[in-house]
C-alpha cells in the first residue's frame, strides 16, 4: 500500500524494514481516540475556515461511518497499515476523495499521536482507579466482617506486638488511597492537549487549540509545541503510579501466601483462586497472589525500558518513542488485570480467629506490656525492659506463656507485681490500650474504617 508520506522518498519500504517500522499491532488500541481526535480537529478546521463548512461536516460524519464500522464489525482494521493514524486517514480518502486528504491540514502525526495517548491513558486511569476502589472495598469489608480478631504484629517476620487484623488490612488501605492521589494527580498533568504543536513548531493556519482542547475534554493545552510533541514524562508518571501499585499489591499478595500456608493458617483462601497440584493431591496453591506478586517485576521492567529509551533522546521527535506505547500498555493492562483478581480473591478469603489468637498468644508479643506495667509501678522503662526479658527466658525455658507464669514467679524478679498484673498483659486490653490515634485499638481502628469510607464516598 502507498505510503501518505511518500514525496521525498518513492515511499517504498523494504518488507522486513517495513514490519519493523510498523505500530499498527499495537496502537490500534487508539482507533476510538484517533477518530474522536479527528473528528474534533475538522471541526476546528471548518470553525476557523481552513476548510469550508461542508468539507468540515463531511470529514466528521465519515469519521463517524468508519468508527461505527469498526465497533459493528463491518470494517477491520488492517494490519498491513503503518499505524492507526494512516489507516483511519486512507479508509477515509478511500470513501470521501480529496475531502478526505484535507482531514490532515495544520496536524502532524507527532502531535496527533501525542493527543491519542493521552486521551487513552486518561481513560485507563479512570478504570484503574475504579478497580482500586474495588479493592479497597473489599478491604474495608473483611476488616469489618472480622472486628475484634486478634492477631501478632510482625516486625522483621518476628512476632511483636498484638493487633487487630482488621487494623493489619487498613494498613494496605492507606497505601491504596495514596495510590488513588497519585492517580488523580497524573491524571491532572495528562490532561492537556498537544494537539496543534504539529512537527515541532507549530504551524502557519490560524488554528484553535483551545477549541479542540475543549472539545476532547482536557484542562488546557500544553505550552510549548517542541515539548507537546517530545514529552513522555506522562507515560512515566503514569508507570510510575502503577509500580508503586503493584508494589502494595505485590507486599499484600506476599502475606496472603503466608497467611495461607500451614505454618500461618490465619486464612483459607477460595477454591476459586487458588488451584492445585498435578502430582500432589493434598496442595492448594495461592496461584492468583504469586502471580500479582510476581507481576510486579514486569511493571517495574517497563517503567525501567521507557526511562532508557528516553533517556538520551533530543528534541523533539525521534523514532525511538515508539517504544513507548508497548511498554504502558503492557504496564496498564497488567494491572488492571491483577487488580480484577485481587478485589474477589480478597472478598471471598475466610479468616481462622482462632489460630491468629493462639499465634499471638505463644509469641510473648505482650512483653512490651509487661514491661509498662513496672513503669507505670514506678520503675525506670530500661529496668523494667530488662527484666521482662529475663521473664520472657524463663518461661520459654520452663514451657510458660506470660499469662499463665504464676504470680509468685514474678514477684521473685520485682514485689512490684501485684494480682492486676494478668488484667493488664491480657491480649484484647493490650490491643484496646492503645488508644492513639492511628493505633490498633477497636475504636481507632472504627476511626481508619470510617476515614478510607469517607475518601471512597
Known amino acids: 500500500m502507498p505510503k501518505l508520506w511518500a514525496g521525498r522518498t518513492s515511499g517504498v519500504t523494504d518488507s522486513v524494514a517495513d514490519d519493523f517500522n510498523s505500530s499498527i499491532r499495537f496502537d490500534c488500541k487508539m482507533y476510538k481516540q484517533d ?84 486521551m487513552y491513558l486518561r481513560g485507563q486511569i479512570d478504570e484503574i482507579t475504579e478497580l482500586v476502589k474495588d479493592v479497597l472495598k473489599a478491604i474495608v469489608d473483611q ?12 516486625t522483621h517476620l518476628q512476632r511483636a ?12 488501605a492507606m497505601m491504596l488511597l495514596r495510590d488513588l492521589d497519585r492517580l488523580a494527580d497524573c491524571r491532572k498533568r495528562m490532561n492537556l492537549s498537544p494537539i496543534g504543536c504539529c512537527a515541532l513548531a507549530g504551524t502557519t493556519y490560524d ?24 514529552d513522555r514524562d506522562f507515560c512515566l508518571e503514569l508507570m510510575s503510579c502503577l509500580s508503586l501499585l503493584m508494589m502494595h499489591l505485590s507486599r499484600f499478595s506476599e502475606e496472603i501466601i503466608l497467611w495461607a500456608s500451614w505454618e500461618f493458617k490465619f486464612i483459607e483462601l477460595s477454591d476459586a483462586y487458588t488451584t492445585g497440584s498435578s502430582i500432589m493431591p493434598q496442595k492448594k496453591n495461592p496461584d492468583m497472589a504469586e ?39 503492557d504496564a496498564v493492562d497488567t494491572v488492571k488485570m491483577c487488580l480484577k483478581v485481587f ?21 510473648f508479643i505482650n512483653a512490651t506490656d509487661l514491661a509498662d506495667y513496672l513503669v507505670k509501678k514506678g520503675m525506670p522503662f530500661r529496668s523494667a525492659y530488662k527484666i521482662s526479658g529475663q521473664i520472657v527466658a524463663k518461661c520459654i525455658a520452663e514451657g510458660y506463656v506470660l499469662e499463665t507464669l504464676p504470680l509468685s514467679e514474678y514477684q521473685a524478679f520485682s514485689l512490684l507485681f501485684g494480682e492486676d498484673l494478668y488484667s493488664e498483659i491480657d491480649l484484647t486490653a493490650c490491643v484496646e490500650k492503645r488508644i492513639s490515634e492511628g493505633g490498633t485499638s477497636a475504636a481507632s481502628v472504627e476511626a481508619q474504617i470510617a476515614y478510607v469510607k469517607e475518601k471512597l464516598a
Do not use: W
Not at 493545552?221 to 517542541?226: D, K, T
Open 35 to 118: 477518530i474522536t481526535g479527528s473528528m474534533a480537529h475538522a471541526a476546528m478546521l471548518g470553525a476557523k475556515g481552513i476548510i469550508s463548512r461542508q468539507e468540515s461536516e463531511q470529514l466528521i460524519d465519515g469519521l463517524q461511518g468508519i468508527l461505527d464500522d469498526l465497533e459493528s464489525g463491518a470494517l477491520e482494521i488492517d494490519l498491513s497499515c503503518e499505524d492507526i493514524h494512516m489507516f483511519v486517514e486512507q479508509v477515509l480518502t478511500a470513501r470521501l476523495g480529496d475531502v478526505g486528504r484535507k482531514l490532515h491540514t495544520a496536524r502532524s502525526r507527532n502531535d496527533q499521536v501525542a493527543l491519542d495517548l493521552r
Open 291 to 329: 502471580l500479582v506478586r510476581g507481576k510486579t517485576g514486569r511493571v517495574y521492567g517497563d517503567l525501567m525500558g521507557l526511562l532508557t529509551t528516553l533517556k538520551g533522546l533530543p528534541l523533539a521527535y525521534n523514532k525511538d518513542m515508539q517504544e513507548d506505547k508497548e511498554a504502558v500498555f
Open 161 to 172: 506486638q498484638p493487633i487487630l487484623f482488621s487494623h493489619h488490612l487498613m494498613a494496605y
Open 207 to 230: 488554528t484553535d487549540r483551545r477549541f479542540e482542547a475543549e472539545r476532547l475534554g482536557f484542562d488546557g493545552v500544553v505550552q510549548n509545541s517542541i515539548d507537546g510533541v517530545s
Open 143 to 154: 476488616a469489618e466482617e472480622n472486628r475484634g480478631v486478634i492477631m501478632p504484629g510482625y
Open 343 to 363: 478485589a474477589p480473591m480478597l472478598a471471598t478469603l475466610s479468616t481462622k480467629p482462632e489460630n491468629m489468637k493462639k499465634a499471638a498468644q505463644g509469641g
